[in-house]
Structures are given as C-alpha cells and as structure tokens.
T-cell receptor, first 116, second 113 residues
Framework: KAGVTQTPRYLIKTRGQQVTLSCSPI?????VSWYQQTPGQGLQFLFE???????NKGNFPGRFSGRQFSNSRSEMNVSTLELGDSALYLC???????????????FGEGSRLTVL | AQSVTQPDIHITVSEGASLELRCNYS??????LFWYVQSPGQGLQLLLK??????LVQGIKGFEAEFKRSQSSFNLRKPSVHWSDAAEYFC???????????FGAGTRLAVHP
C-alpha cells in the first residue's frame, strides 16, 4: 500500500512569489491535514480537509489556502511568500474523522520550501 | 486551551540503556494522546495512541507509554534503546478537532554506541 506522497520534495522561491504543494493520501483515506514545521515554532496545524470541505483551520494568515479534490488529493497554496514561510510542509492523511482511528495520522515526507 | 509540553529538548542515552521521554498535557476531558517519531529527513510516524481503557499502551518498535491522569502525564518508555531509535519524538493531543493535533516541541534523542 503506497504511503502519502508529497510533491515537490524541495523547492526554492523568492519573496512575493506563490507556491503550490501537492499531496496524494493513502488509498481509502478521505481526510487530509497540512502542518508547517519550523525550528522556531515547531509543528503547527494549517488546515484539514474531508470530502472536499475544509473542516478545521489553524491560525495562519489568508495567504495560506488549500483545497481537496474528489479523489481526496489535496493541494495547498501560499501566496505572496515571505521569508518566514520557509519551512517543511507536511501532509497527513487519515481515515474519516470520527472513527476509532481518529487522530492516527500518516505523514508524507514533506515539501521543504526555502524562500529567498 | 489545550497544551502539550515536553520538558526535555535533548536526551542522550547509551545503546542498550532504558529510555523515558516526558510529556505533560493540559486537557479538560479524557484526552486522546499520541506519540510520534520523526527520523531525519522523514515525515512523522505514529508510535502509539491512548484513547481510553488500559493506561499502559503498547506501540510499535518496542515502545510503551503510560497515561497518568493525576500527574497529567503520558511518558514514553523503552526498556532497551537501539541506535536506530535516534530521532525526534513528539507528544501530541487533539485541539478543537480529532485530526487537528497540537504537538509538543519535541525531544531529540541521541544514542551513543
């Protein structure tokens, strides 16, 4: 069974640009969450999608957005990039929320974004 | 608000020694609690989860954790550490949504041969 796949793995952007990151969840998983990991702030929740609907959102500015497609694949977008957006962006998939496996997240290896 | 605290940023142990990583939580109701591990350059992997019932939880890779409500703790233990256990360990709990987790700051484990 294939794991969570994130693309691209590494990317470099300059301030003001925008970026789109992609995540393919494990087959059968319908919930996709995104996390930002930085040395200073640690792991922070960005948002969660289930059945193409955003279910939860973290405390990030509107420059951070996401969506989920009917096949459960998800993308996140960051517009007008700032230096502080440099981070590892992790996608995690899980079974539908509310099941006994709630909170059991399967993470991808992440997309490392560097903003210059 | 819910919070998860890992008091130890770095821990170094010798291979074969026992290990205990600390985690304290602030939570109103009976919590879900998780331990995840992140090896260098990798995503996170779930080690174990506490939901309810038996307060001693067994996980993968020989890890276990004990939930102690009176101490608001969920410490991770392993009786004998292997060099491959060197990684960063995160304690986590849901916050405002079952798949919306808050993570502790992490404990980086180094293993000496």
């Amino acid at each position: 069974k294939a794991g969570v796949t994130q693309t691209p793995r590494y990317l470099i952007k300059t301030r003001g640009q925008q970026v789109t990151l992609s995540c393919s969840p494990i087959s059968g998983h319908r919930s996709v969450s995104w996390y930002q990991q930085t040395p200073g702030q640690g792991l922070q929740f960005l948002f969660e999608y289930f059945s193409e609907t955003q279910r939860n959102k973290g405390n990030f500015p509107g420059r951070f957005s996401g969506r989920q497609f009917s096949n459960s694949r998800s993308e996140m977008n960051v517009s007008t990039l700032e230096l502080g957006d440099s981070a590892l962006y992790l996608c995690a998939s899980s079974l539908a929320p509310g099941t006994e496996r709630t909170g059991e997240l399967f993470f991808g290896e992440g997309s490392r974004l560097t903003v210059l | 608000a819910q919070s998860v605290t890992q008091p130890d940023i770095h821990i170094t142990v010798s291979e074969g020694a026992s290990l205990e990583l600390r985690c304290n939580y602030s939570y109103g109701a009976t919590p879900y609690l998780f331990w995840y591990v992140q090896s260098p350059g990798q995503g996170l992997q779930l080690l174990l989860k506490y939901f309810s019932g038996d307060t001693l939880v067994q996980g993968i890779k020989g890890f276990e954790a004990e939930f102690k409500r009176s101490q608001s703790s969920f410490n991770l233990r392993k009786p004998s550490v292997h060099w491959s256990d060197a990684a960063e360990y995160f304690c986590a709990a849901p916050s405002g949504g079952y798949n919306k987790l808050i993570f502790g700051a992490g404990t980086r484990l180094a293993v000496h041969p």
